[in-house]
């Protein structure tokens, strides 16, 4: 993704700007260049919990501003890596 704008999105329980999540034994590949996540419940968020595959993420010249939640975030299962 690039060159984009994403707001105002998600709710005081859930979703918000950019979320990257596989599923089953899918794995995920993005790029984000040039992406300004403003005022979001969550701004960018890779989550590895939904299944077993890998995340690989690059963020370049991005902003994650005004979110009322985590600007960025990177989550696990228990005992993973990150």
Do not use: E, H, Y
């Not at 859930?14 to 596989?22: E, F, T, Y």
């Not at 005022?39 to 939904?50: E, K, M, S, Y």
């Amino acid at each position: 993704m690039s060159d984009t704008v994403v707001s105002n999105n998600g709710s005081s329980d859930a979703g918000g700007g950019v979320l990257i999540q596989p599923t089953g034994s899918g794995s995920a590949k993005a790029s984000l260049v040039r992406v300004n996540a403003v005022n979001n419940f969550l701004g960018i968020r890779a989550d590895g919990t939904g299944g077993l595959g890998t995340i690989f993420l690059s963020i370049w010249n991005s902003a994650a501003t005004g979110n009322l939640s985590a600007g960025m975030a990177a989550i696990t299962p228990g005992g993973a890596r990150s």
